[in-house]
């Protein structure tokens, strides 16, 4: 069993993040748009219960989305929005959101360091920018994500098309619902990848399950980053309780 642990700074933390049925409530054709200055395309859309996504794939031979080898599937953080997300080149007076992820220049250069793989990458934001609240608010939460995941797979990826489960910060909410949704983790899954964003993790309730995902014989992988928030302050007050925060639920996973 391989488990990463890391203790990274907040700033470095942001320079890590970085993964044919019909689309749950997308049209057939989805509008496509080709990049001018990059080798991609991609598109953005509403899908329903207001789930907006963006997706970017490499181009085929004949200039369209290419079906994916590997899809990076990255949940949203509380409080961003795809655009950016996505990120810019910064400019000043430009919202600093636009600046801590950038998972749209992280995926051109996945593709430069890996040209034997498609990757194509979906972003998933919640309504109200926060899917912990999407799933408060759904008692079928967990199954309306994980059918997403699934139809996403069939979609834009080729039929032996592996997943790269991961978000940030609020973005767990939804990789926890892929999780929890079924008795066993996919085993189109290889990939997850926590960045400050397991708070839901309970040991009686999913370290098993990690365990026997992390034991399948398709070596996958399970990587957990995490800040030390438990003397961060905000107004003079810890922004955490004394048992909160993502630095004491990776504790509690290597624990578990």
């Known amino acids: 069993m391989r488990f990463s642990w890391s203790n990274l700074s907040y700033a470095?933390?942001?320079?890590?993040?970085?993964?044919?049925?019909?689309?749950?409530?997308?049209?057939?054709?989805?509008?496509?748009?080709?990049?001018?200055?990059?080798?991609?395309?991609?598109?953005?859309?509403?899908?329903?219960?207001?789930?907006?996504?963006?997706?970017?794939?490499?181009?085929?031979?004949?200039?369209?989305?290419?079906?994916?080898?590997?899809?990076?599937?990255?949940?949203?953080?509380?409080?961003?929005?795809?655009?950016?997300?996505?990120?810019?080149?910064?400019?000043?007076?430009?919202?600093?959101?636009?600046?801590?992820?950038?998972?749209?220049?992280?995926?051109?250069?996945?593709?430069?360091?890996?040209?034997?793989?498609?990757?194509?990458?979906?972003?998933?934001?919640?309504?109200?920018r926060s899917w912990p609240a999407f799933r408060a608010a759904h008692n079928d939460a967990n199954a309306i994500i994980a059918r997403l995941v699934d139809s996403w797979r069939k979609e834009y990826g080729t039929r032996d098309a592996k997943v790269f489960l991961t978000g940030h910060s609020g973005g767990g909410g939804f990789m926890f619902s892929v999780i929890d949704a079924q008795d066993e983790i996919p085993a189109y899954i290889d990939r997850i990848a926590f960045l400050d964003a397991n708070y839901n993790f309970e040991a009686a309730k999913h370290a098993t399950k990690f365990e026997r995902w992390l034991n399948d014989n398709n070596s996958p992988r399970l990587i957990v980053i995490a800040y030390d928030d438990r003397e961060i302050t905000f107004n003079g007050k810890k922004v955490v309780g004394p048992t909160g925060g993502t630095f004491r639920a990776t504790d509690r996973m290597r624990n578990a």
């Open 12 to 128: 470095a933390l942001f320079c890590v993040a970085l993964v044919p049925s019909v689309t749950y409530g997308l049209e057939a054709t989805p509008p496509w748009t080709r990049s001018t200055k990059f080798a991609e395309t991609s598109f953005t859309a509403t899908l329903a219960d207001k789930i907006r996504i963006h997706v970017n794939a490499p181009v085929d031979e004949k200039g369209g989305p290419a079906f994916g080898t590997r899809l990076i599937i990255y949940a949203l953080p509380n409080g961003n929005t795809l655009e950016q997300t996505l990120g810019c080149q910064m400019k000043q007076g430009l919202d600093w959101h636009y600046d801590i992820q950038h998972v749209a220049a992280q995926i051109r250069l996945l593709r430069s360091l890996m040209p034997s793989e498609r990757i194509v990458l979906i972003c998933a934001e919640a309504p109200q």
